[in-house]
């Protein structure tokens, strides 16, 4: 258990800068915070905390490259997705390298946006991704607070605050955000 999640540390440490790779500490800090709390399978959530992020600092060659092999759509290299391509990527290469499984995959596709009927380990990835100690931002109190009482809730409200600084900087909110957003208000 602890041999992989140190092969994957030194992974990240290798390939990451110094600023990713403390966010990716922090964030698998929280997940494990968060499973406890839940009662979720905490090596999972460390697992996918942990590399949650390893493509975030990928150029585009590398990023049209990884795309082009595994067939997936180009929509991806667009503008409005440079802040959930990442996930995609990290999600083709944890499958390939440490043999992750599908929720796992499937956690660290969309821990950016959620998506709708996310179970336990999804949501924990997401919301440890947006309050680890590290994020500092208006309304990161009541996420903070919100995680441990209510996991849907905090959801909710994350992704209110989320799609209220996109839409303040005029970028587009990709439609995965809306659909998680109304599929936990129902």
Aim: aromatic share 6%; with cysteine; net charge positive.
């Amino acid at each position: 258990m602890e041999s992989s999640i140190l092969k994957i540390e030194k992974d990240l440490k290798e390939n990451l800068s110094e600023y990713r790779y403390q966010h990716s500490i922090n964030v698998m800090k929280e997940a494990e915070s968060l499973a406890r709390h839940y009662h979720a399978d905490i090596l999972k959530c460390k697992l996918c905390a942990l590399t949650h992020d390893l493509a975030k600092e990928f150029n585009d060659d590398k990023n049209k490259e990884i795309i082009k092999k595994n067939n997936l759509s180009e929509n991806l290299l667009k503008k409005e997705n440079r802040n959930i391509i990442h996930g995609y990527i990290a999600a083709i290469i944890v499958k390939e390298k440490y043999g992750f499984s599908e929720d796992m995959i499937r956690a660290i596709k969309y821990h950016s946006t959620g998506y709708t009927e996310m179970d336990l380990l999804a949501k924990i990835i997401y919301l440890a991704d947006k309050i680890e100690t590290g994020k500092d931002y208006p309304g990161i109190e009541e996420e903070r607070l919100l995680a441990y009482q209510d996991i849907d809730k905090a959801i909710v409200i994350c992704l209110c605050n989320q799609i209220k600084q996109i839409v303040k900087k005029n970028k587009k909110v990709n439609t995965l955000a809306y659909d998680t957003l109304g599929s936990l208000i129902k």
